[in-house]
């Protein structure tokens, strides 16, 4: 028993720190987006920025980022304890989401400029990759 409870440990603390690499990389794909819609349209002020990520269909591949950060955050939070098949699941879905192997075009072009135009999220991206791993 105390061998299945030290795995379940080791994804917990996996999935918490797949969620801060996850978090760090949303957050460069937003500043990314940003700067291509900005230099195309012009400049947008905060609250014109949130309503287009919210609903502008250009952004939307980035709301699968923003959706699996919440639930693992509302994973965390929950008073009732967390639930193994669900971390493992969740872990599952991080992998599904940084590997590309079977994403839709639209979501695998977006995400693949992105990386292949900023440095820094490849930096990420590969610390994420190499967490999911282990």
Same mark, same amino acid.
């Given at each position: 028993?105390? +061998?299945?409870?030290?795995?379940?440990?080791?994804?917990?603390?996996?999935?918490?720190?797949? +969620?801060?690499?996850?978090? $760090? *990389?949303?957050?460069?794909?937003?500043?990314? /987006?940003?700067?291509?819609?900005?230099? @195309?349209?012009?400049?947008?002020?905060?609250?014109?920025?949130? @309503? *287009?990520?919210?609903?502008?269909?250009?952004?939307?591949?980035?709301?699968?980022?923003?959706? *699996?950060? %919440? /639930? #693992?955050?509302?994973?965390?939070? @929950?008073?009732?304890?967390?639930?193994? @098949?669900?971390?493992?699941? *969740? #872990?599952?879905?991080? +992998?599904?989401?940084?590997?590309?192997?079977?994403?839709?075009?639209?979501?695998?072009?977006?995400?693949?400029?992105?990386?292949?135009?900023? %440095?820094?999220?490849?930096? #990420?991206?590969?610390?994420?990759?190499?967490?999911?791993? $282990?």
């Amino acid at each position: 028993m105390s +061998r299945v409870r030290i795995s379940f440990m080791d994804n917990a603390a996996m999935l918490r720190s797949a +969620r801060d690499l996850l978090l $760090k *990389l949303h957050k460069g794909m937003i500043d990314h /987006e940003r700067a291509i819609y900005e230099e @195309t349209n012009g400049p947008v002020n905060a609250s014109q920025f949130l @309503t *287009l990520l919210l609903d502008d269909a250009d952004f939307a591949w980035l709301r699968r980022f923003s959706s *699996l950060i %919440v /639930e #693992i955050d509302e994973t965390f939070d @929950t008073k009732e304890g967390i639930d193994e @098949t669900l971390i493992d699941e *969740l #872990i599952r879905r991080v +992998r599904e989401l940084v590997t590309l192997d079977e994403a839709e075009d639209y979501y695998r072009n977006k995400y693949e400029a992105a990386l292949q135009q900023n %440095v820094e999220l490849v930096g #990420i991206h590969g610390e994420l990759k190499a967490l999911l791993r $282990k």
